[in-house]
């Protein structure tokens, strides 16, 4: 029987964020790559909310920006509105968020995707893994074709094995009615990968002209845009914003849920997979909550295009009738009409122990995996996984070290350690309180932080890397001078220090002396500083925080040393955990299960004590000799 045969580079299984981001880096990279999709009219697709970025996770698309990737790029081309959250708070959990517009995404996405040379966009159902000697070989798909490669990138999302359900609706597809992928979960079993079944869910679409947006609170953009990407000209984003708008759920609406609990599929047992803790249903938050007598309820548009709007935080797998009800209950959608039902999405997904920090897995290699398949969620955690999933995909072919970030130096690093360290039983969200060393890993800094690392791996152009360098340049530059200037009590300055409500000098200080006092900022002394050089918003910003925060940033960096060290110390791929005295059993058992490739790691593996590790340093010592301290 004839069948097509053909061969590529890297293969990419899925074209959502996580796919994208994958099949763009291994192509801009200079691998031959093909990108399969259920269909391409799914490419990027955001089939629940309609934004990118937020509370960390705005952190993640920063650093994706920095390191080359195209997410921060491309809502920057497609946003309707933009927003920085928590501006009250300090710079370490500063987060942008903007409102997409759904179409615009991902046809921009796509039309990126299509344009980028040495890359291949298939629609078709990739349904076996190709492995031999545990070395992946290629893929099949549905229609019999087989695709020779050198490296797989899987990138399934929600869509393996999908089913979606409200009531007692079961609907075996992906999100948005797509077609689901039904047979590659059988092909990940054969070659001994362990599964994971997890669910999530969505609100309903409404149509806006149904709403009564004069019984809720609108919510503004930014009046001063600020963009994702390092490359965007700030200039050429001010555009005119569309609002959303913030209403609450009330005890009506929370007695229809309470009453309809048992005909919910979440209490009822129909739904068997695990779902997110902090990303819950409205039934979720009612029953978790019972004290609570309301819930924010955002509405936002999904785009220019259409009227629908997007009722957030009112997920739910509710009955079609209960829903009606439900909604309805809300101050402002009384007379709102239903587009899309809201569901629940089960899907097949991996325990992400199985990978290394590098997102291959232990025991194939060449096959690489990122997104909602790693058993994480959202659409800025799916996109850095499938970056660095990419890049490393790259990196083995041209015979070259895997990118890998570590805590200290990035949310991803964060994220991924998280994944393959942690037990996770649950879809993992990224939170800032996730990061240990937050303060030093801020979005304003993620071009300083990791603008090297991707022109080292060549995602980088060498324009702006010399950008980057005249930045740190500048940056450097005038912390020196504003920390050596001195300023005296004139009548001028300490008008400014009244007017700040700041303590008046009595004696000459220096500029950075009075940029650390909460009340002032750079900024506020410019007409007092004369010999300040003309520089751009983005270092005036860095000299500000590294000023003002000097203290904090230095104590933490001695923490990163302290970390780094821990790091460093290696622990031999093949320890022989059974002949580590005093080491109590249930450590023995995670050590053997997680094989962690050093001292830092074993530290963050759950049930693993200090006085394991201990126990662990002192046997490396006397047992393994100074190489493991190198």
Known sequence: MNRLEENYDIAVVGAGHAGCEA???AARLGMNTILFTVSVDSIALMPC?????????????REVDALGGEMGKNIDKTFIQSKMLNKSKGPAVHSLRAQADKQKYSSCMRRTLEDTEGLTIRQAEVTELLVEDQTVKGIKTFSGA????????????TYLNARCIYGDVSNYTGPNGLQAATHLTDSLKKCGIEMYRFKTGTPARIDGRTVDFSKMEEQLGDEKIVPFSFSTNPEDIQID????????????THDIIRKNLDRSPLFSGMIEGTGPRYCPSIEDKVVKFSDKNRHQVFIEPEGLYTNEMYVGGMSSSLPEDVQYEMYHSVAGLEHAKIVRNAYAIEYDC?????LKHSLEFNKIKGLFSGGQFNGSSGYEEAAAQGLIAGINAAMQIKGKEPLVLDR?????????DDLVTKETKEPYRMMTSRAEYRLLLRQDNADLRLRKKGYEVGLIGEEDYQKLLLKEKQIEEEIKRVERTGIGACAKVQKILEEKNSTLLKSSTTLGELIRRPELSYEDLESVDEKRPPLPQDVREQVNINIKYSGYLKRQKKQVE????MESKRIPENLDYDQVKSLRIEAVQKLKLYRPENIGQASRISGVSPADISVLLVY???HMGEKNEK
């Open 146 to 157: 087989v695709y020779h490669c050198k490296a797989v990138v899987l990138c399934t999302g």
């Open 408 to 416: 200290s130096e990035a949310y991803i690093g964060v994220l991924i």
């Open 49 to 61: 909310n309609p934004n990118i970025g937020g509370s960390s996770k705005g952190h993640l698309v």
């Open 241 to 252: 914003q569309v609002s959303c708008w913030l209403t609450y759920t009330n005890e009506k």
């Open 562 to 565: 302290q970390f780094k060290k």
């Open 350 to 354: 991996i325990n992400p122990r199985q």
């Open 23 to 25: 099949a763009l880096a």
């Open 620 to 622: 490396l010592q006397g």
